[in-house]
Structure formats: structure tokens, C-alpha cells
């Protein structure tokens, strides 16, 4: 899966993405990254990617031309992928859209908002608008991070090992809803619960579903 950022900020990205599971799944070849500078699209001397509203009102908006400019360039390099624009007022990410995409496996071509906005008609080349969570970040380069973060790890083969249909039948890819220990068995007092080291299977399996909450989709 080739994922496309295209930022104002991509010096943001690698540090997250090219660490730890999210660097394993490049390695492998699962995924490709690359990082789009929207600047490089600016207009003018000055590189210029942004503007004041018609009509008034504070701050400033990114203009349309650079981000149509980066947004071709990236579906020359991936003609199927989907455009995803970073925005609070997108849909909120879900665990079963991220298994979604996961599944889909398309390229994903993402735009992160900065500055007070964007220009609406930006809009027209995006097929989904993605929020994380109803608050308001300066940017969305962290809320993409979140987005590749949900959506790669779910990606076949990424995680070591594990097949994704075994994956799908653990709690539909999440082990966060019940608590789990590991050694020593009493800490500063604090002792594992006797059904975990019981060795009945049965009887754990009951445990944690009685502590599971209901699952979040
Ligand atoms: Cl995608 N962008 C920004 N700027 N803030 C957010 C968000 C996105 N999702 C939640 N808050």
C-alpha cells in the first residue's frame, strides 16, 4: 500500500512512521510512505500556499492551485488511490473503517489541513474527510499519523506472524479490553489474579469476558 502525506510540515512524519510497527511494515514492503511538500506547489517566489477568506474573518486559508497541483502529482504516481483530507469537521475515525481500508488495501493519499482552513473547493478531490475525535489540533499531520497508524497495523502480514483472520476472531483486532499481567505474580503487593495462574483455560477465558467492556466500532 503506498501512502502519500502531503503537509507543509512532513519533517513531522518520520520520526513516527519510520519507528516500531510502522517501520516494520516498510521494511517488509507492505507499505511505502512518502512525504509531499505542499510548499513545493506554492505559488510564486514566495511559494505562497495560503490566503485571507472572502469575506472576512481571521487567519488564513490554504489556497486551492498548490493543493490540486500536489494532489494530481500524487495520483499520476497512484491513479487508484483514495484522497484523504485531515479536517474535525470529517467523519470520525473508527476501528471498523481503519479494518476497512486495511482490507481494501488501496493507496491512500492524504491531506493535512493547517492554518484556520482550507479553500472548499479542495473538497472536490477528496473522497473521504476524516476527523480523529471531536477537539481541534492545529494540523492535521498528528490525526494522519493516528489514521496510518490504525489502518497499517491492521494490514495482513504487518503485525509478526499473526495470520489476519486469527487477528479478526480476537476480539475483532483489539486485546484492550480486559487486563492482563506479567511477572512477577506480587508487585509492591499488588497480586495477579489467581484464575490467570490457574492454568484453566476455560475458567480464564470466562474471566476476561466478564471484565471485557462491549466492543467500540
Ligand atoms: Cl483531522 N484535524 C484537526 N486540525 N483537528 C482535529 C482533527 C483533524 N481531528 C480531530 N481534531
Not at 476524516?130 to 498528528?142: A, F, H, K, Q, R
Not at 479478526?168 to 480486559?178: A, C, I, P, Q, T
Amino acid at each position: 500500500m503506498k501512502i502519500q502525506i502531503i503537509s507543509l510540515f512532513p519533517e513531522m512524519f518520520a520520526p513516527v512512521l519510520e519507528t516500531s510497527m510502522l517501520w516494520k511494515a516498510k521494511d517488509k514492503g507492505v507499505v511505502e510512505y512518502e512525504y509531499i511538500n505542499l510548499r513545493t506547489y506554492g505559488l510564486g517566489p514566495r511559494k505562497t500556499v495560503d490566503d485571507t477568506p472572502y469575506g472576512g474573518g481571521d487567519g488564513m486559508l490554504l489556497k486551492p492551485e498548490p493543493l490540486f497541483a500536489a494532489v494530481e502529482h500524487a495520483k499520476i504516481q497512484d491513479p487508484e488511490a483514495f484522497v484523504y483530507l485531515m479536517t474535525p469537521r470529517g467523519e470520525r475515525l473508527m476501528q471498523k473503517r481503519a479494518r476497512e481500508l486495511a482490507q481494501e488495501g488501496k493507496g491512500m493519499i492524504i491531506i493535512c489541513g493547517r492554518y484556520e482552513g482550507y479553500d472548499e473547493r479542495i473538497t472536490t478531490l477528496v473522497d473521504r474527510q476524516v476527523s480523529i475525535g471531536d477537539y481541534v489540533l492545529t494540523g492535521g499531520e498528528l490525526p494522519a499519523m493516528v489514521l496510518i497508524d490504525a489502518v497499517v497495523r491492521l494490514i495482513p502480514g504487518v503485525l509478526g506472524g499473526e495470520k489476519s483472520a486469527e487477528i479478526e476472531s480476537f476480539s475483532h483486532g483489539d486485546n484492550l479490553e480486559f487486563p492482563q499481567y506479567t511477572r512477577p505474580e506480587d508487585f509492591r503487593g499488588m497480586k495477579v489474579p489467581e484464575v490467570l495462574l490457574s492454568g484453566n483455560h476455560a475458567e480464564i477465558e470466562k474471566w476476561r469476558q466478564a471484565q471485557s467492556g462491549s466492543q467500540k466500532e
